[in-house]
C-alpha cells in the first residue's frame, strides 16, 4: 500500500515562531488532507489539498503531486497551535485515507 | 448542529462483553467510515459504507461488525471484547462526487477494555 511519510517527529517551538511540516508519499494521490487533532483528541480538518496551494488565516499548504510531497506552514505560532498535525491521503481511485504518524507540535508561550 | 457525532464518547467495559458504538452525520454525505487509532496515534480505515454497501473491509477481526441502517449512520458493533480493542474509535463522512472529497471526522470514542 501507499507509504505516507511526515517529517519531523516532534516540533518545539517558541510563541511567535513560523515552522513547516512536511508530508512524503510513495505514489500518486486523488485525496490528501491535513488535519489537527488537538489535545482533547478532536481531528480538525484544516486543509483538502491534492494539489496546489491554500491559505487559511496564519496557515497555508502546498502540495506537489508530481514530486509526491506537501508543506504545512505555521507562521506566527500560537499556543494553541500545539497538538498532532496529520497528513493523509487516498491513492487512485481509492477513498479511504492513509494516514502519516504525524507531528508532535509543542508551542511553548 | 453538530455534522459527525458519535455516541457515547467514553466507554469502559470488561474482556468478553460485547459493546457497540453509534455514529451519525446530517452533512447529507454518501459514504462514511470507521477508524481506528491506537496508543500511538496511529490512524488506520477500518470498514467504509457507500450508501448503505460495504466497500471497504480492511484487516480487522470478525469480532468487528459494522452496520448501516440508512446513509446517516454507520454503527460499529464488536464482541468479545480484548484488552487490545483499546482505542479511540472515530467516525467520518464524505460525499461522492463531490467539490472535494473532504473527510469529516466525529470526535471520536474512547474505548477502554478492562
Known amino acids: 500500500g501507499i507509504q505516507v511519510e511526515q517529517s519531523p517527529p516532534d516540533l518545539i517551538l517558541q510563541e511567535g515562531a513560523n515552522s513547516t511540516l512536511r508530508c512524503n508519499f510513495s505514489d500518486s494521490v486523488n485525496n490528501l488532507q491535513w488535519f489537527h487533532q488537538n489535545p482533547w483528541g478532536q481531528l480538525i480538518n484544516l486543509f483538502y489539498i491534492p494539489s496546489g496551494t491554500k491559505q487559511n488565516g496564519r496557515l497555508s499548504a502546498t502540495t506537489v503531486a508530481t514530486e509526491r510531497y506537501s508543506l504545512l506552514y505555521i507562521s506566527s505560532s500560537q499556543t494553541t497551535d500545539s497538538g498532532v498535525y496529520f497528513c493523509?491521503?487516498?491513492?487512485?481511485?481509492?477513498?479511504?485515507?492513509?494516514f502519516g504518524s504525524g507531528t508532535q507540535l509543542t508551542v511553548l508561550p | 448542529d453538530t455534522a459527525v457525532s458519535q455516541t457515547p464518547k467514553y466507554l469502559v467495559t470488561q474482556m468478553g462483553n460485547d459493546k457497540s458504538i453509534k455514529c451519525e452525520q446530517n452533512?447529507?454525505?454518501?459514504?462514511m467510515y470507521w477508524y481506528k487509532q491506537d496508543s500511538k496515534k496511529f490512524l488506520k480505515i477500518m470498514f467504509s459504507y457507500n450508501n448503505k454497501e460495504l466497500i471497504i473491509n480492511e484487516t480487522v477481526p470478525n469480532r468487528f461488525s459494522p452496520k448501516s441502517p440508512d446513509k446517516a449512520h454507520l454503527n460499529l458493533h464488536i464482541n468479545s471484547l480484548e484488552l487490545g480493542d483499546s482505542a479511540v474509535y472515530f467516525c467520518?463522512?464524505?460525499?461522492?462526487?463531490?467539490?472535494?472529497?473532504?473527510?469529516?471526522f466525529g470526535p471520536g470514542t474512547r474505548l477502554t477494555v478492562l
Open positions: 493523509a491521503v487516498s491513492p487512485g481511485s481509492a477513498r479511504q485515507l492513509t
Open positions: 452533512l447529507g454525505h454518501d459514504t
Open positions: 467520518a463522512s464524505s460525499i461522492t462526487g463531490g467539490f472535494s472529497d473532504t473527510q469529516y
